[in-house]
């Protein structure tokens, strides 16, 4: 009888939490926090921001070193150059090189996020999701400066 009211009540508060899934923030959703009627931004877009850009620092070398592991594989001699190549380009410029964005050391967060600020105020298309929007403001505002090898 125990169990069975056990099990009872867990089905019970289990059924009763909602179910949240991974929802996408939209341009819209951001600019509420990134330009209110102060121009101030608040602490939600900021870390929005910050955890885009460490995300994509975190990531891109991971992604760089499984094409390198790849490329590995029963390589010729281009491909090895290409490999080489890579792994110059990565050291040269940084970690978000292959994001097509490169930010230089030191830029103040809040300079990156009155940029994100700024195109939030001429979005078109508020459904856009916010990670499409800040990623182009990246690729934009601090492209990547490549010479012609």
């Known amino acids: 009888m125990k169990i069975r009211l056990t099990t009872i009540v867990a089905t019970g508060l289990l059924a009763s939490q909602p179910v949240f899934g991974l929802n996408t923030m939209t341009a819209g959703e951001l600019a509420e926090d990134c330009t209110g009627p102060s121009e101030a931004v608040t602490p939600t877009c900021v870390a929005f921001v910050r955890g885009f850009i460490d995300g994509a620092l975190a990531t891109d070398p991971r992604v760089a070193m499984n094409v390198e592991r790849e490329l590995n594989?029963?390589?010729?001699?281009?491909?090895?150059?290409?490999?080489?190549?890579?792994?110059?380009?990565?050291?040269?410029?940084?970690?978000?090189?292959?994001?097509?964005?490169?930010?230089?050391?030191?830029?103040?967060?809040?300079?990156?996020?009155?940029?994100?600020?700024?195109?939030?105020?001429?979005?078109?298309?508020?459904?856009?999701?916010?990670?499409?929007?800040?990623?182009?403001t990246l690729r934009r505002g601090y492209p990547c400066e490549v010479p012609d090898d």
């Open 73 to 136: 594989r029963d390589e010729s001699f281009a491909e090895r150059a290409y490999r080489t190549r890579l792994g110059q380009r990565m050291d040269r410029y940084g970690p978000s090189f292959f994001a097509d964005f490169c930010i230089p050391t030191p830029v103040p967060l809040q300079d990156i996020v009155n940029q994100v600020a700024a195109e939030l105020r001429q979005v078109a298309d508020r459904n856009e999701p916010a990670r499409e929007l800040v990623y182009r």
